[in-house]
């Protein structure tokens, strides 16, 4: 059974930082393109962030330039670097294939950003 964890949000002020982790089982996910995904309330989820097998990135353009996916393969770990935090990033982010969808979602994790 593939199993996707999230961890590391919690509540940061407008300008802060945040290292989300989202750690695999079940699944080797230097073999898989992986993404980082949020959700806002009352918002469908969005894609934020994407990382290839061959380590190319790609992301929203309203993260550009301020956060960073990578991947510790040794860790079986992805990670997404937040910084100079909105109050618009404020949601449940979650990791999950970036191409295709590992159903049923893990729990995400909560960023909240104050103004």
């Known amino acids: 059974q593939v199993l996707l964890v999230e961890s590391g949000g919690g509540l940061v002020q407008s300008g802060g930082s945040l290292r989300l982790s989202c750690a695999a089982s079940?699944?080797?996910?230097?073999?898989?393109?992986m993404a980082w995904y949020r959700q806002a309330p009352g918002k469908q989820r969005e894609l934020v962030a994407g990382i290839t097998s061959g380590d190319n990135t790609d992301y929203a353009d309203s993260v550009k330039g301020r956060f960073t996916i990578s991947r510790d393969n040794a860790k079986n770990t992805v990670y997404l670097q937040m910084s100079s935090l909105k109050s618009e990033d404020t949601a449940v982010y979650y990791c999950?294939?970036?191409?295709?969808?590992?159903?049923?979602w893990g729990q995400g994790t909560q960023v909240t950003v104050s103004s």
């Open positions: 999950n294939y970036y191409s295709g969808v590992l159903e049923p």
């Open positions: 079940g699944l080797r996910l230097s073999t898989r393109d």
